[in-house]
């Protein structure tokens, strides 16, 4: 299992994780981020919840912040990870200097 912190505007919002098989999602909010009513959700497609938002693939928001193509297979070769592997693209590139104001920080156990 991996997991990911993601901050909007560096501040922590929450928690993503990839289950072992690859095959499912997660993403919640911390509590503190969910009850200070001035942080607004990291996307509309994920708006503020105390529930755990689950999906069988990558969420679209944080896959959306991948490169593509030529620069994905550079990267790739640069950083020796997988080109299918979206989870660990996201570990590696994405945290510090994003196109948004949400980054990534790998989690470790």
Do not use: C
């Amino acid at each position: 299992m991996r997991k990911a912190a993601i901050y909007r505007n560096g501040v922590r919002a929450g928690v993503l994780t990839e289950q072992e098989d690859r095959k499912r999602y997660d993403f919640r909010y911390d509590d503190v981020y969910y009850a200070d009513g001035t942080q607004p959700p990291v996307s509309l497609t994920l708006p503020k919840t105390r529930q755990e938002y689950q999906s069988g693939h990558l969420f679209p928001f944080f896959a959306n912040m991948l490169s593509e193509g030529a620069n994905r297979s550079a990267q790739s070769l640069n950083l020796r990870i997988d080109e299918r592997d979206d989870f660990g693209f996201l570990l590696a590139t994405a945290q510090t200097d994003t196109i948004g104001a949400v980054t990534a920080k790998p989690i470790e156990d």
